[in-house]
């Protein structure tokens, strides 16, 4: 899984950490998105493609 982000796409709604907390987090300063882990473990797949689908920017892409 490869997970590619538009940062000047993201809006800081935060709707990635909520679903995927163990991949995602935001910026203190600006809540832009911060991605903890490149390589998520094959058990956080499901999350990181919900996290894509629920971001109201379409800022997350993913591609297996």
Do not use: H, S, T, W
Request: aromatic share 4%.
């Amino acid at each position: 899984m490869k997970i590619d982000i538009d940062f000047d796409k993201c809006c800081g709604a935060g709707q990635c950490v909520l679903v995927a907390p163990d991949v995602f987090d935001q910026r203190d300063e600006d809540g832009i998105v911060v991605l903890l882990e490149e390589n998520p473990a094959a058990e956080q797949y499901e999350n990181v493609r919900q996290a894509a689908a629920v971001c109201p920017a379409a800022a997350i892409r993913v591609e297996e």
